[in-house]
Every structure is written in C-alpha cells, then in structure tokens.
C-alpha cells in the first residue's frame, strides 16, 4: 500500500469495500491507519477481557448445562465492550474492544467443546460407577483442545481474512464488527442509532417468543390436522423458526449460500426421510425420530468428506505456509520487506515450536493421564492430531460461510472414528470410554477454537488490529476459560448431578453431552455403528463436489435441523430483494449495506437478550400461554411478517441512498 495515498487519521466507519470482493488493482485499508501503531495491548483490555472470559465462562457453562441452552459469547461481550468504552470516555478505544472481545471470546469456544463432550463422563457413571474424571482431565482437555485449535489455525489465516476477502460472508463477524464500529463512528450517528433500534427489535422480539411464547417460535406444518396427517402418512414436514436473530443470520449469509443450505435440508425431509419412513420399522417412527437417528447421520459423513476434499483443495495453501516455516528456519523469509503492522502474524518459527510443545504435552496427558499404556497412548495422539488437523479449515469455513459451527456432528464423527481404533487395539470397555471421550473433548474444543477464532480475526482485519497481538493473547484467555469452565463442571455435579439419583432428582440437562454418551456407550461396550450412512454422506459430498455444488454448505444443511435453515433462505430472499430494489446501482449497494447493518442489530439483539431469556427461565419464570397452537402459530407467521418488512422497510425506506 503506497503510504503517500493514506490519510493520516483513522477511517471512522467501515469503507464501502468491505464486505464485497475487491477489483484487481484494489485494496482494502481498515478502520485504524494501516502503517500506525494504534492503541491495543493495555493493562485494561486485557484486564477486562479475561474478565468477561471468567464471567462468560461460568455463565455459558452454567446456562448450557442447567438449562440446555447455548449462547454465543462474542456479540454480547462486544456490546459489553462498547459500553464501557463510552461509560469511562476511554479515547480511541476501537483497537481495545477488539482485544477484549478476542479474548472474552475465548469463553463461548471453550465452553462448547468441553460441555458437549466431558459430562458424558459424569453422565455414563450412572451405568458405570467405576469411570472416574477428575479436574486435571476436564481442564487439561479444554486447554490443549484450545491451544491446538489456535496453533492449527494460525498459518490459514490470511487465506480466510484476507485472500477470501467479499468471498465469504462471516455473519457473525459482520454483526460483531458493526457493534464494535458503531461506538467509532462519530460522524454517523445515523449508523450507530440504526444498530441501537434493529438491536432492540430483534432483542426484545426473540425475548417475547423464548419467555412468554406470545407467538409460535417455530412454525410448523404439523401443527395443523392436515399436515400432521401428511407427516404421519408421508413423512413430509416443514417448518420455520421465526427467530430475528435468524433472520438477520440469513441475509447476511446471503440467497447464494442459503439456497445451498436449505437445498441440503429438503434433500434430507422431504426425500430422504419419507423414503425411509416408508420401510421397516421407521414407519411408526415421527419424521423428527427418523432425523435424529437415522438421515442426519448422513449429514455428519458429508461433512466429514467435505472437511477432507477442503483440505485437498486446500493444499497448495498448506504447502506454503510449510515452505514459509522452512524459509524462516533458514533465515530467509522476507528479506527487504518493512512488515506492515495490521498483517503481521506470530512468526512461523514461534507457532512451529509452540505445536511441537504442545504436541508433546497431549502426547504425556494421554499417556500418563488418560490412558496409561505407551503404544495406545500413541495411536490416541496421532488420531487426535490428524483428525484436529484436518477439520480445522472445516470449522472455519462452516463459521465463515453460514456462523454456525457443525462441532457436534464433526466431534460425533471423531468418537466414532476413535471409538472403532480404540476397540481394534483392545482399549474398550469404562477404560476405552474414558479415553475417547476425554480425546473428543480435545477434538472438539480445538474446533470449536478454531471456528471461533476466524471470527476474531476477521473482525481485526476489518478494523486493522495487529493480528499478532491477537493471537498471543488469544493462550491466556483460553488457559482461564479452561480453568473456569473445568471448576465449574465439578461444581455443578456436585450441586445437582448429571443422572438421577436420590441426592439428585432433577439433574442437569446436558442435551449434547447426554447424545455423545448414547453414542460412546455400545461402541465400547459392544454394539453396531451405522457405517452405511456415513458412507453415503460421503459418497454425496463427493458427487456434489463433481457437480460444482458446494458439498460443506450442502451437508451443513442436512445437519442442521430444517426449521433453522428455512430462516436463512428467508433472509437471504430479502437480502436479493433489497439489492434488487432500484435501478441505480449505487442505490442498490447502499440499501443492501443499511440492510447489512440492521440485520447485524438483529443477530446483536438476539444474542444479547438470549442470555436474559436463558436466566428468566433458570430463575424459574414460566409463562402459562393461554392460547391455542393454531392461534400461536398463526400469530407466529404474523409477527414474523411483520419483521420481515421491517427489515425492507428500514433498509429501502430512504430513496436517496446512495
């Protein structure tokens, strides 16, 4: 970037390039001045970022377990951020709510990989009282799931932030970015009031449906007698959440990647599923049933084939950044070359070293740990890292494409995978399950990581924050959100237990660990595994390959459950819709940025009032909803109409944008 052709004061808002694919002799220059040292690493960043790690920590953990319900931490830390940047007057504060959020991020990937994995320990002691899990073993394999998630990542970064730059949509790194600017941007106030309604609208809207179900939260064709008897007889359903925060996920992503996805979708329930519950006995089985058990698990060997042909096409971009850690060994990488600040990254020779080391560590973990025999602990670790490995791009591009990690369905895959080695060298039994399921929380915490860690870099790299300075930063707040989330698991089987017993009557719901413990158990105890629908997952994900189709935004469809995939192909028709509203080009584009915006609001809302959704429901608050399902769910398709207009509205409402 030629320096005589930069202002010397920092951009105030997002420039018109940044969510769109660059020209070829164009550059992007983010927010903060490109060649400047800005303001980022203080004692309160990363005071408060570790605090929010702590808080968030305990809170997600707590939430996602007693109550069943997962939230994403990043948006509401963000918010968090911005707020008491303005509250203390802090100046230029862009560069530090960057790495509080980074940091504070670190809480919601943590917590995802160890709770959907780790308390199928606590949870198969009900079965098994001799499987034992202690502290080490829940905080060791949040940690090293963690650093590895980072390490892995790190060399692929500029490949998704920036090679990729307007390819993919990062909706919650969009939305992030938009609340974290809005605080910046003192010549538009507009943009900022526009964030502040479309977040209250969407907030107060999906705290309404979650906390008193004034309108149906998932509209549905079973709902009505004549589609309840289609469903019985055919098997055939449909449905949509109404969600805000779904809705501006939708737009965001865009029509071109949610038609892909909601294609996965009806390929699953409405071909798939009827098929299947037409024969043997599916045939009693609800179309629900037959998508858990049975057609979704073709979705998980979809992903997984899609995770390994990403990685084949994906192989020049490792090769280099091999060849970079060998030239930098050599002494001779980027020779003559002033670094430019908002693009350095830690250097190869440190990221090599700190895998080999942390390497080494998940070698001694599994082996003195976990396992306690040399060779087995060895077949572990080398399963562990070529499988972290591998779908490390996997994770991150399911966040960058549609902001929904697949971790469960990939970690699903990896204790199967596991479970199937472990068995064939005699580690079966309470031992084998032990083992595998302390490896899957290494796997899954390091995908997780590794999703969320493109979001984090990717808000840097539109706002212009040291990547480096992120990524070394990023350790600490994993070591405490390992910490704090391993405490708080032992805390909570101790208060309330994970299967009932005498002392625990109610015990914790823990949906995603309770499917990992039904899944473990007849592997290593004795039972068939469904090969035949992973292989056709895989053989799916290969022909949509050979037809041009995006085979991961495809199988991510199959995965995730229809009524949250009908949202984003919502979305993204009324994000064409706007793009398409005028003849005037420039028009065009400013209505699908307002629109951009106002959706970001939404998801920021949503995520932030989900959590006060999560509390009033653990604080024990039930709303008894007098009305009918058909009246909710009529009223459901109303209010979601409505929102639906206000998101045209307000992105199109002003006929001189442009």
Not at 224 to 235: E, M, N
Not at 330 to 345: C, F, H, I, L
Not at 399 to 424: C, E, K, R, Y
Not at 487 to 512: C, R, S
Request: proline content about 4%.
């Amino acid at each position: 970037m030629n320096e005589n052709e930069i202002k010397e004061t920092d951009l105030q808002a997002l420039p018109e390039n940044a969510f769109r694919e660059l020209g070829a002799d164009e550059e992007y220059r983010p927010i903060l001045h490109p060649a400047h040292e800005t303001k980022e690493v203080t004692p309160y960043s990363v005071g408060m970022g570790l605090l929010l790690a702590i808080i968030f920590s305990a809170a997600a953990a707590y939430l996602g377990l007693r109550v069943g319900q997962v939230f994403e931490a990043a948006i509401p830390i963000a918010i968090i951020a911005v707020g008491l940047s303005q509250a203390l007057k802090k100046d230029n504060p862009l560069g530090q709510n960057v790495i509080i959020q980074s940091i504070g991020a670190c809480s919601g990937v943590i917590v995802a990989g160890a709770i959907f994995t780790l308390p199928a320990l606590y949870i198969l002691q009900g079965t098994y009282p001799e499987i034992t899990v202690n502290f080490l073993q829940i905080f060791m394999s949040s940690l090293l799931g963690g650093i590895l998630g980072i390490l892995f990542f790190i060399p692929f970064r500029k490949y998704f932030v920036k090679d990729m730059h307007g390819k993919y949509p990062f909706p919650e790194a969009t939305a992030t970015t938009q609340v974290l600017v809005s605080a910046q941007a003192k010549g538009s106030g507009s943009q900022a009031k526009t964030l502040i309604i479309a977040s209250l609208i969407g907030g107060v809207y999906d705290y309404i449906v979650a906390t008193f179900g004034w309108w149906a939260e998932t509209v549905t064709t079973t709902a009505a007698g004549w589609g309840q008897s289609i469903a019985d007889k055919f098997k055939v359903v449909m449905s949509c959440n109404t969600g805000a925060a779904l809705l501006g996920l939708g737009y965001i992503v865009g029509l071109k990647y949610a038609f892909v996805i909601f294609a996965g979708s009806l390929f699953v329930w409405w071909i798939l599923i009827p098929l299947m519950g037409n024969a043997g006995e599916m045939a009693a089985m609800s179309p629900q049933q037959i998508f858990s058990d049975h057609a979704r698990l073709i979705g998980i060997g979809g992903i997984a084939m899609a995770g390994i042909i990403g990685i084949i096409k994906s192989w020049p971009i490792i090769m280099q950044a091999v060849g970079l850690a060998a030239r930098e060994f050599k002494g001779g990488a980027s020779e003559g070359q002033k670094p430019v600040r908002w693009q350095t990254d830690l250097s190869m020779k440190a990221i090599v070293a700190y895998m080999v080391l942390a390497l080494a560590v998940v070698f001694l973990f599994f082996w003195l740990g976990v396992i306690g025999t040399l060779w087995q602990a060895a077949v572990a670790w080398l399963v562990v890292t070529v499988i972290a490995f591998l779908f490390t791009t996997v994770a991150a591009n399911a966040i960058a494409i549609v902001g929904s990690n697949p971790v469960s369905g990939m970690t699903l895959m990896t204790l199967i995978i596991a479970s199937a080695i472990f068995v064939g060298i005699g580690l079966n039994g309470t031992n084998g399950i032990v083992a595998a399921m302390v490896i899957g929380g290494v796997v899954c915490t390091a995908l997780s990581m590794a999703g969320g860690f493109v979001t984090d870099l990717k808000i840097g790299y539109w706002v212009g924050s040291t990547p480096r300075k992120q990524e070394s930063w990023k350790f600490l707040g994993t070591l405490v959100s390992a910490a704090t989330v391993g405490g708080v698991i032992l805390l909570l089987n101790n208060v309330y237990g994970f299967y009932v017993t005498p002392e625990h009557p109610n015990p914790l719901v823990a949906p995603q660990a309770n499917a990992m413990a039904k899944v473990i158990e007849p592997l290593m105890m004795g039972g068939e595994t469904p090969w035949i629908y992973y292989f056709c997952g895989a053989v799916l994900a290969l022909l949509l390959n050979w037809l041009g189709v995006p085979a991961l935004a495809f199988c991510l469809g199959m995965f995730i459950p229809l009524s949250l995939n009908t949202p984003m192909l919502v979305g993204g028709a009324v994000a064409w819709f706007v793009e398409h509203s005028s003849k005037d080009k420039a028009v065009c584009d400013a209505r699908r940025d307002r629109g951009t915006l106002i959706s970001s609001g939404l998801i920021a809302g949503g995520a932030l009032f989900g959590v006060f959704a999560a509390l009033t429901k653990f604080c024990g608050y039930e709303y008894v909803n007098p009305l009918s399902e058909g009246t909710s769910q009529i009223l459901g398709l109303v209010a979601y109409a409505a929102l639906i207009c206000y998101v045209w509205w307000a992105s199109c409402r002003d006929k001189k944008l442009a």
